[in-house]
Each structure stands twice: as structure tokens, then as C-alpha cells.
């Protein structure tokens, strides 16, 4: 998949490359309390104890099943980061959902089912705060960086002030695909363009980002409902722990694992003529070539 991500993007040594693209479609829900690891722990596909393991790690690909094992939605785990004593850190017992925005109201509900006498709270902060994706050849993260702060871009904007304890903007690797590039977490009101101009040629879109995502295989919010978690993928994108017992749909998603009977899969594929041409897909004219 490499090789066909950089394809895509071969340009010239001097002209800027890749997309920013703001997601519009994604929303973030608030999950925060001293039992909300705790209860995530029980409700996702991926192992939510390794944000403790790996310090550097501030988001991880998930699902959320049912009880029959089927996909509610897919979402990203993400650790909010803070100023303390002037550095940047990780929020405790807090985790931003970064979901599609139609699945948000359905993941509230399907979480507060297990929340009785539990301290969390939930909360929809989409309108104070917006998820963007970078892809760009000079930003390729290798497989084990995938889910960690970014450290080749500075982060110049907050999302409050730099008053101790407010939220800051973070970048990071797109846990799912090295091929995905960067995700930024960020305020509604800050302008990400100035930030990374010098590695851009323009602002793209939602539907720039889902034709590359498409073209890797990846299915993100209702294009996925109701399927089993291995026709989408989720074992080659991150997104589950097959040493983790005990979570919401694990019973049928492990056996359908250990018995070998995944019948379908999610794959990409493109329908061409002879001339075709990488520009043809109309993702971007920075994918064009000169």
C-alpha cells in the first residue's frame, strides 16, 4: 500500500505536495471520569490499557460492537493534551471519541447503558473543537509510530489559552495507516493552514480525504453499521486487541477469528481504461505531476 500511496503523490522535488483537509463529517464526544477507562475498556475492540503502557501514545483506533457482535461504529480513541507547569501533557481520565458525527447520539446511548453507578460523563464538543487530516509524502510515519504525537510539526495554536490546565491542540500519526498520514486535533476557530502552509499546495476537503481512505480500504461511519468487525478490517487497521477478553461482541468476533470463517472483506479496487491516469481519480490537483 505504500508503494500506490506515493504513486499517488509523485511530484516534483520543489512543488508542495498532499492535502489538509478539515472532516467535517466527524464529530468529538467527551468521555471523562475516573471510571471512564474503565468503561471503554469493556465496550471496545482495541486495548484501552495501552495509552498506560506507552506514554508517547495519544490515540488508538477502535469499534464498538453490540451484543451480537456487530459494528454500532468505528471511532478513535484519543488522549486530550493540556498545559501543565508549562509543558504539554496528556489529560488524566479523559478521552475525546473522534466518530462520525450521524453516530455520535447512538454511541451516547449505547455507552450510558453501562454507566450506572459509574463516575462519567459524556458530552458532544464537536462545535468547540475540529478533527482535520494531513497527507503529505514528507510527513510518512513508520508502523510503530502510528497513534503518537507528531513531532515534526509544531503545534502553534491552542485551544484556549496557555493558562495552566487549558486544552491544547495536538497532532499525531493516524493510528489506523502509516498511508492515512496526520490527524489534528484542534480548535473550530484556529486556521491549521498557516500552521503547515509549507507543506501543502491547497485546502482540500471531506471528499479529497474519503477517496484516498477508500482507495486503501478503509470504511469509516454508517458505510460500515451492522457489519462484523473483520469485514471491515479491523484487524488490518489497528482497531482490535485478539489478546483482550471480555469486551461487549467478543464472544462471536473472537470465534469468528479462531474458527477461520471470515467470508467477506473490504478491498479496494479500481475500474480503469487503458489511458488512465493518477489524475483521472480527481482527488486533488496536487496529486497532478509536472
Given at each position: 500500500m505504500n508503494v500506490l500511496f506515493r504513486r499517488f503523490f509523485?511530484?516534483?522535488?520543489?512543488?508542495k505536495v498532499g492535502i489538509l483537509?478539515?472532516?467535517?463529517?466527524?464529530?468529538?464526544?467527551?468521555?471523562?471520569g475516573r471510571d471512564s477507562y474503565n468503561v471503554l475498556q469493556g465496550l471496545c475492540t482495541n486495548d484501552v490499557k495501552k495509552f498506560q503502557k506507552?506514554?508517547?501514545?495519544v490515540s488508538m483506533s477502535t469499534f464498538f460492537l453490540d451484543s451480537n457482535g456487530r459494528i454500532i461504529c468505528e471511532a478513535m480513541l484519543n488522549k486530550p493534551q493540556i498545559?501543565?507547569?508549562?509543558?504539554?501533557?496528556?489529560?488524566?481520565?479523559?478521552l475525546w471519541l473522534d466518530c462520525d458525527k450521524e453516530l455520535i447520539q447512538d454511541l451516547v446511548y449505547h455507552i450510558q447503558g453501562f454507566t450506572s453507578r459509574k463516575h462519567i460523563d459524556l458530552g458532544d464538543i464537536s462545535e468547540d473543537v475540529r478533527v482535520w487530516s494531513?497527507?503529505?509524502?514528507?510527513?510518512?510515519?513508520?508502523?510503530?509510530?502510528?497513534?503518537?504525537?507528531?513531532?515534526?510539526?509544531?503545534?502553534?495554536?491552542?485551544?484556549?489559552?496557555?493558562?495552566e490546565e487549558d486544552y491544547a491542540d495536538f497532532t499525531f500519526a493516524d493510528p489506523r495507516l502509516p498511508a492515512l498520514g496526520a490527524r489534528i486535533i484542534a480548535s473550530a476557530e484556529n486556521n491549521r493552514v498557516e500552521i503547515i502552509e509549507d507543506f501543502v499546495e491547497t485546502v482540500s476537503n471531506q471528499a479529497d480525504y474519503d477517496r484516498i481512505r477508500m482507495l486503501f480500504g478503509v470504511a469509516?461511519?454508517?458505510e460500515i453499521e451492522n457489519m462484523l468487525p473483520f469485514t471491515a478490517n479491523v484487524d488490518f487497521l489497528n482497531s482490535i486487541s485478539l489478546s483482550k477478553d471480555d469486551y461487549l461482541g467478543q464472544d462471536i468476533t473472537s470465534r469468528n477469528y479462531t474458527d477461520d470463517v471470515i467470508k467477506k472483506r473490504i478491498m479496494p479496487f479500481l475500474v480503469s481504461t487503458p489511458n488512465f491516469k493518477a489524475e483521472d481519480?480527481?482527488?486533488?490537483?496536487?496529486f497532478s505531476s509536472s
Amino acid at each position: 500500500m505504500n508503494v500506490l500511496f506515493r504513486r499517488f503523490f509523485s511530484t516534483t522535488a520543489n512543488k508542495k505536495v498532499g492535502i489538509l483537509a478539515p472532516l467535517d463529517k466527524r464529530g468529538i464526544l467527551c468521555v471523562v471520569g475516573r471510571d471512564s477507562y474503565n468503561v471503554l475498556q469493556g465496550l471496545c475492540t482495541n486495548d484501552v490499557k495501552k495509552f498506560q503502557k506507552d506514554n508517547q501514545r495519544v490515540s488508538m483506533s477502535t469499534f464498538f460492537l453490540d451484543s451480537n457482535g456487530r459494528i454500532i461504529c468505528e471511532a478513535m480513541l484519543n488522549k486530550p493534551q493540556i498545559y501543565s507547569q508549562g509543558k504539554r501533557v496528556s489529560k488524566q481520565n479523559e478521552l475525546w471519541l473522534d466518530c462520525d458525527k450521524e453516530l455520535i447520539q447512538d454511541l451516547v446511548y449505547h455507552i450510558q447503558g453501562f454507566t450506572s453507578r459509574k463516575h462519567i460523563d459524556l458530552g458532544d464538543i464537536s462545535e468547540d473543537v475540529r478533527v482535520w487530516s494531513l497527507i503529505s509524502p514528507y510527513f510518512f510515519p513508520e508502523e510503530t509510530d502510528c497513534g503518537k504525537l507528531w513531532k515534526e510539526i509544531t503545534d502553534e495554536g491552542q485551544i484556549g489559552s496557555e493558562d495552566e490546565e487549558d486544552y491544547a491542540d495536538f497532532t499525531f500519526a493516524d493510528p489506523r495507516l502509516p498511508a492515512l498520514g496526520a490527524r489534528i486535533i484542534a480548535s473550530a476557530e484556529n486556521n491549521r493552514v498557516e500552521i503547515i502552509e509549507d507543506f501543502v499546495e491547497t485546502v482540500s476537503n471531506q471528499a479529497d480525504y474519503d477517496r484516498i481512505r477508500m482507495l486503501f480500504g478503509v470504511a469509516e461511519g454508517k458505510e460500515i453499521e451492522n457489519m462484523l468487525p473483520f469485514t471491515a478490517n479491523v484487524d488490518f487497521l489497528n482497531s482490535i486487541s485478539l489478546s483482550k477478553d471480555d469486551y461487549l461482541g467478543q464472544d462471536i468476533t473472537s470465534r469468528n477469528y479462531t474458527d477461520d470463517v471470515i467470508k467477506k472483506r473490504i478491498m479496494p479496487f479500481l475500474v480503469s481504461t487503458p489511458n488512465f491516469k493518477a489524475e483521472d481519480l480527481g482527488i486533488c490537483k496536487c496529486f497532478s505531476s509536472s
